[in-house]
């Protein structure tokens, strides 16, 4: 072999290996951008698909439909509206927990639907809140899993006192609250 072919032969290995290692390392950034931006509902998104990849296509594609959404803050009134109806409804669970905890439900897809969520449907509603509110999107799936119990009639009072504490993280989040006064969301 001539020392010039032997020379493009290492040139083009070399290029070869700075383009896999580019790879790598833009792989790994975008898990890591997926992983930081998703916190919990990226493990949860891994351990419902086949593989990793497709996983990351999942939040990538939620995140393009997210990016669609004309989504808004609420303003101080509408914020104070809300925080009211939940007090009201709130006090409501002492004489009526089963009524009150299908109100919060209403209460929470109310004000999704006024931040500019699409609410038909529960499956898309927790992909499109998995961009933002990935950390409070647990204590969703807990509240929405006891009120379905609710509705068949089954769901003991501290059931439904769960589901209430689940909806009020996801509530004041989708608020603007940080008071800071609130417990510590949960993971998963």
């Known amino acids: 072999m001539s020392s010039t072919a032997a020379i493009v032969a290492i040139v083009v290995l070399a290029l070869a ?5 580019a790879a790598v390392v833009s792989r790994y950034r975008r898990t890591e951008a997926l992983r930081q931006r998703f916190g919990p509902e990226y493990e949860r998104a891994v351990g419902e698909r086949h593989s990793r990849r497709a996983a990351e296509r999942d939040l ?23 925080a009211e109806q939940w007090e009201r409804m709130q006090a409501h669970f002492v004489e009526e927990p089963e009524a009150a905890t299908r109100e919060a439900d209403e209460l929470v897809t109310k004000v999704m639907e006024e931040r500019g969520y ?23 799936r807990d509240a929405h899993e006891i ?6 009639g089954q769901a ?6 769960q589901a209430l504490m689940h909806y009020r993280l996801l509530f004041a989040d989708l608020l603007g609250d940080t008071s800071g006064g609130r417990p510590t969301p949960r993971h998963g």
């Open 147 to 152: 009120n379905k119990v609710n509705q068949r």
């Open 17 to 21: 290996l700075v383009a896999i290692v």
């Open 60 to 82: 990538q594609e939620r995140e393009r439909r997210h990016a669609e959404l004309q989504l808004r803050e609420l303003d101080p009134q509408q914020r104070q509206r809300y």
């Open 118 to 140: 699409p609410t038909d449907d529960y499956d898309t509603r927790v992909q499109d809140l998995s961009v933002d509110h990935a950390e409070t999107l647990g204590h969703y």
């Open 156 to 161: 003991s009072t501290e059931q439904l006192r």
